[in-house]
């Protein structure tokens, strides 16, 4: 008869409560950030991009209006899954990490049609004088902030395994180059004296964010559907594995999923029937300690088996 399984449910020792009580509000703080800068940019580009008349820069404004929609989705999504598991969502609330990247990825897409119809819009009616410089501030400024605020959110989404900051660090990324690209179109309208020039970069910011959106979309799905960790998880846990070979007989249906930040990791190992329950569990235990020494945060449980020789 199997042993019962050993669960190593905590990260870098502690119990889910006090693993979660130790995780720094950094990933709550940086949203938080992002969320005012991006309420800032707002009101700027409104205001500059109605003083320059420039449909690009006020289609970046509509793109902030999303932006701060998307940022606020992150920031509860963020301190909702930093909750610790309980008997009524035992794996944790990681999962609404998901539903913000999906939130985020529906709001970029609206904002690209709304992009898209006022740059057709203005190619069929023909565009009015543009103030090349007064947009031009707008989106230095903009490009600059967004710039600073999505290297931070980037690195701290990698410190903190989180899905919502990854998604906004990926969006923000994309307001570089929106601003960026509008830029360019700006320069080319007051180099060559042609407004066409401002819808046509709309309507590649539109593209653009279409684009991001369906990346966002398959993220959020894979996430959802329990996708396999990816193949250097997968490594790290075989190559503990390997390590221990001497110790046990074999090992089998490797399962593997991620819950927001958290990674879970659970496996059956054969070990010679013959073992006491004590030296199993000993080896069981280590194996675990092992995969979360690679794995930071993940939630192991190892089920151990008698090797009996049958499959």
């Known amino acids: 008869m199997s042993s019962p399984a050993s669960q190593h449910n905590h990260s870098e020792g502690g119990s889910p409560a006090e693993a979660h009580s130790a995780l720094s509000d950094a990933p709550f703080r940086i949203a938080a950030i992002s969320l005012a800068v991006t309420a800032c940019l707002l009101a700027l580009k409104l205001v500059l991009g109605t003083i320059s008349d420039s449909i690009a820069v006020l289609s970046d404004a509509v793109d ?18 930093r909750q610790p598991a309980n008997e009524q969502y035992p794996y944790g609330h990681g999962k609404v990490e998901a539903l913000s990247a999906a939130v985020a990825a529906t709001i970029i897409g609206v904002g690209g049609g709304v992009i898209t119809y006022q740059a057709i819009r203005r190619l069929i009616e023909g565009s009015p004088e543009i103030h090349v410089e007064v947009g031009l501030v707008a989106m230095v400024i903009a490009g600059a902030a967004n710039l600073v605020v999505g290297y931070l959110m980037a690195r701290e989404a990698k410190r903190s395994n989180s899905m919502a900051l990854r998604a906004e660090s990926t969006h923000l990324r994309t307001n570089v180059v929106q601003a960026g690209a509008i830029i360019v179109g700006l320069l080319l309208v007051w180099a060559t004296d042609e407004e066409v020039f401002d819808p046509l970069v709309a309507l590649a910011l539109a593209a653009y964010m279409a684009y991001t959106a369906i990346g966002l979309v398959r993220t959020a799905i894979e996430e959802m559907m329990d996708a396999a960790l990816p193949e250097e998880d997968m490594r790290a846990i075989l190559d503990v594995l390997e390590a221990h070979k001497h110790e046990v007989r074999g090992y089998h249906n490797i399962r593997t999923r991620r819950s927001g930040a958290t990674r879970h990791v659970d496996m059956h190992v054969l070990f010679d029937p013959e073992g006491t329950v004590t030296h199993v569990h000993e080896v069981a235990d280590t194996i675990a300690d092992d995969i979360q020494a690679r794995l930071p945060g993940c939630i192991v449980v190892v089920h151990p088996e008698p090797d009996t020789g049958g499959l």
């Open 64 to 81: 902030s209006g999303t932006d701060l929609a998307a940022g606020f989705a992150a920031l509860l999504s963020v301190r909702i899954a």
